[in-house]
């Protein structure tokens, strides 16, 4: 693939703010939810979502899309504002996060919304649903299938055992399609990864499980997409990219502090979130000031 | 007394014995034949679970976990999730005994098109004792939303109930046993998911009415053929299908008996009695009494020896017909 155009990037970085945006827009009208981790996704999410998924929004269940799994459902307010600005429904339901009788459930469940691929919210079985996804996929079309089965997954999920029972089955399935994206922001709900639960040499692990591992800034999308096709390229094993991110990435007050993990911003917080994201942190000036 | 649905051999001391997993690996077989969508999974127990017929037949479509349950449940989820029917299996004790969470969020949260066979259900596993003796998967089971609970009472209708669940569309769990027990039914028996038979009535209008599911279905057509030269009057209905319940079959015979005795190789809390009791407290109460292991744990010992001890013997359950008649 050739590599991203500068105005490519730009579009891409302007989308992913949009998305911020509504992330700390849904969370506060929602008054509970989860706001380091999907401020941290945004780019991965929009590289995915607008760059990299072979998929029809208007026609979620075109048998021959990409698949995507979202293992850590917490982080859903940012699969669901990626998926609304790509066109899969309303970007006015974002809103609706959390409430009663919405389709976008406080994890994601796929009976509300059906055009997800999965339910999830329990951690470490995204991987394994990923795995399945793979295998039916090669009984189907064989080794050359042209379709890709993405898992984006937390750095903390790896502490469940689940985690590595997947990784051990792709990796002697030896699933090429299959590309695994953690979210390496070095948090978790109790505090920092390394210390919770050590998981570095995290690279090693997956390394020894025979996954073609690569390592990247999570918000660069040079590298996000450069990755993924050299994922694409490797053929003799499933693939993961860690992507190093910045929990709570885009709004300062927020950025790597855990205690960002699990809860909203206020309306004081949020107002001043949606200002610094308005101005890019600063980097643009809106025509009011 | 009426045996119609019966093997013509059942009451007989050389009736034929097979264990209902193998009923399971030729239906799973056959479910294989029938639909190139079903795929089979196992962690690691693939002769014990007797996947290893259609495995054989299908190497492209079998998938080996490893000793890995959790994955194993999921990862079916997946297969699912793409339009493929698959049947996971290990013993009960670890499926659904061990990935229940996974069972409930990624196959009946999510409603994915998997089938699980626990195997080795019960304490007539025997040596292995109680740590490989599952007396709580059907309780695990019966209390999720989308679930259905099939608990066959011979090879035959393990064989039947496998295919019907290949068929059936949404998640179902199968239980499975070690040892081979006797052939009770034929291959003529109706078997359906949702439809309980009566097996055994006697002539007179029955006062008695015994309900079982699995193997101990045999034991109690022992008790009621006993209870009957005492002169009682006894209709043993097979509830091979544990949920949805057959209601319409459950009022008739409560309706008739007036008095009810539950069997099943299980924990009492929680399992078959416990789910024909929460139906008929609402619907048509009846006296009741529950044959199964009282809140316990197994251990070592021979399969015969081990349900007589844990009370689910022919005499355990003729005592407790004879109790619940008196209470009536």
């Known amino acids: 693939m050739i590599a991203l155009s500068d105005d490519e990037i730009q579009t891409l970085e302007e989308r992913a703010n949009e998305i911020r945006k509504s992330i700390i827009e849904m969370l506060v009208e929602a008054g509970s939810g989860h706001t380091a981790g999907p401020l941290g996704m945004a780019d991965v999410f929009t590289a995915?979502?607008?760059?990299?998924?072979?998929?029809?929004?208007?026609?979620?269940?075109?048998?021959?899309?990409?698949?995507?799994v979202l293992s850590n459902g917490h982080i859903c307010p940012v699969l669901y504002a990626a998926m609304a600005y790509a066109g899969y429904f309303p970007v006015s339901e974002l809103k609706t996060l959390r409430k009663f009788g919405s389709r976008l459930q406080g994890h994601p469940h796929r009976e509300f919304l059906p055009m997800l691929e999965t339910s999830s919210g329990p951690l470490g079985s995204g991987l394994s649903q990923a795995v399945g996804m793979a295998l039916a996929d090669r009984i189907d079309r064989g080794r050359s299938s042209s379709r890709y089965i993405y898992c984006l997954m937390s750095d903390g999920e790896l502490d469940e055992g689940q985690s590595w029972e997947a990784?051990?089955?792709?990796?002697?399935?030896?699933?090429?399609?299959?590309?695994?994206?953690?979210?390496?922001?070095?948090?978790?709900?109790?505090?920092?990864?390394?210390?919770?639960?050590?998981?570095?040499?995290?690279?090693?692990?997956?390394?020894?499980?025979?996954?073609?591992?690569?390592?990247?800034?999570?918000?660069?999308?040079?590298?996000?997409?450069?990755?993924?096709?050299?994922?694409?390229?490797?053929?003799?094993?499933?693939?993961?990219?860690?992507?190093?991110?910045?929990?709570?990435?885009?709004?300062?007050?927020?950025?790597?502090?855990?205690?960002?993990?699990?809860?909203?911003?206020?309306?004081?917080?949020?107002?001043?979130?949606?200002?610094?994201?308005?101005?890019?942190?600063?980097?643009?000036?809106?025509?009011?000031? | 007394m009426s045996t119609s649905k019966l093997n013509p051999k059942v009451f007989d001391k050389d009736v034929e014995q097979k264990a209902i997993r193998k009923g399971?690996?030729?239906?799973?077989?056959?479910?294989?034949?029938?639909?190139?969508?079903?795929?089979?999974?196992?962690?690691?127990?693939?002769?014990?679970?007797?996947?290893?017929?259609?495995?054989?037949?299908?190497?492209?479509?079998?998938?080996?976990?490893?000793?890995?349950?959790?994955?194993?449940?999921?990862?079916?989820?997946?297969?699912?999730?793409?339009?493929?029917?698959?049947?996971?299996?290990?013993?009960?004790?670890?499926?659904?005994?061990?990935?229940?969470?996974?069972?409930?969020?990624?196959?009946?949260?999510?409603?994915?098109?998997?089938?699980i066979a626990g195997s080795h259900a019960g304490v007539s596993v025997g040596p292995d004792g109680g740590t490989h003796q599952a007396l709580e998967d059907l309780a695990l089971m019966r209390v999720l939303p989308r679930m259905t609970v099939i608990s066959p009472c011979d090879a035959i209708e393990a064989k039947k109930a496998t295919m019907a669940?290949?068929?059936?569309?949404?998640?179902?769990?199968?239980?499975?046993?070690?040892?081979?027990?006797?052939?009770?039914?034929?291959?003529?028996?109706?078997?359906?998911?949702?439809?309980?038979?009566?097996?055994?009535?006697?002539?007179?209008?029955?006062?008695?009415g015994i309900i079982a599911t699995g193997s101990l279905v045999h034991n109690a057509l022992l008790a009621a053929k006993q209870l009957e030269a005492d002169g009682f009057a006894i209709k043993v209905l097979n509830l091979s299908t544990i949920k949805p319940l057959d209601q319409e079959m459950l009022i008739s015979l409560a309706r008739e008996t007036g008095a009810i005795v539950t069997v099943e190789e299980h924990q009492i809390a929680g399992g078959m009695g416990s789910a024909v009791s929460e139906f008929l407290a609402a619907a048509y109460p009846v006296q009741m009494a529950f044959v199964?292991?009282?809140?316990?744990?197994?251990?070592?010992?021979?399969?015969?020896?081990?349900?007589?001890?844990?009370?689910?013997?022919?005499?355990?359950?003729v005592e407790a017909v004879r109790k619940v008649r008196a209470r009536k």
């Not at chain 1, 090429?176 to 109790?190: E, K, P, T, W, Y």
């Not at chain 2, 690691?44 to 054989?56: G, V, Y």
């Open chain 2, 24 to 115: 399971f690996g030729e239906g799973f077989l056959e479910a294989g034949k029938e639909n190139k969508n079903v795929v089979g999974l196992c962690a690691d127990l693939t002769e014990s679970t007797q996947m290893i017929l259609f495995k054989q037949a299908f190497p492209e479509r079998f998938i080996e976990v490893g000793v890995a349950e959790q994955n194993l449940a999921s990862v079916a989820s997946g297969m699912a999730a793409t339009g493929k029917i698959p049947f996971i299996s290990s013993y009960a004790m670890f499926s659904p005994g061990r990935n229940w969470e996974q069972i409930r969020t990624t196959i009946c949260y999510n409603n994915t098109n998997v089938k």
């Open chain 2, 165 to 208: 669940a290949a068929r059936h569309q949404g998640p179902t769990y199968i239980r499975l046993a070690r040892e081979k027990t006797p052939i009770i039914t034929t291959n003529e028996t109706p078997f359906e998911i949702g439809k309980a038979e009566i097996l055994y009535e006697s002539d007179n209008k029955a006062n008695v």
């Open chain 1, 167 to 289: 990784a051990m089955l792709a990796g002697k399935e030896k699933l090429r399609n299959l590309i695994a994206i953690i979210d390496r922001n070095n948090i978790q709900i109790d505090g920092f990864t390394e210390d919770v639960m050590p998981l570095d040499p995290v690279r090693d692990r997956w390394e020894s499980w025979n996954w073609h591992v690569q390592e990247i800034s999570g918000h660069n999308f040079r590298e996000i997409v450069g990755a993924i096709d050299e994922a694409k390229g490797t053929f003799e094993k499933p693939s993961v990219i860690i992507a190093h991110t910045i929990p709570g990435k885009g709004v300062k007050e927020f950025e790597r502090d855990f205690h960002w993990h699990g809860k909203p911003p206020n309306k004081e917080q949020a107002k001043m979130a949606l200002a610094e994201l308005r101005t890019l942190g600063g980097k643009i000036r809106s025509e009011h000031q």
């Open chain 2, 292 to 317: 199964g292991v009282n809140d316990r744990f197994g251990q070592s010992g021979r399969p015969e020896e081990l349900i007589e001890y844990y009370g689910m013997g022919v005499d355990s359950i």
């Open chain 1, 48 to 68: 995915l979502y607008f760059h990299v998924l072979k998929q029809d929004p208007k026609n979620p269940a075109w048998p021959d899309r990409d698949r995507l």
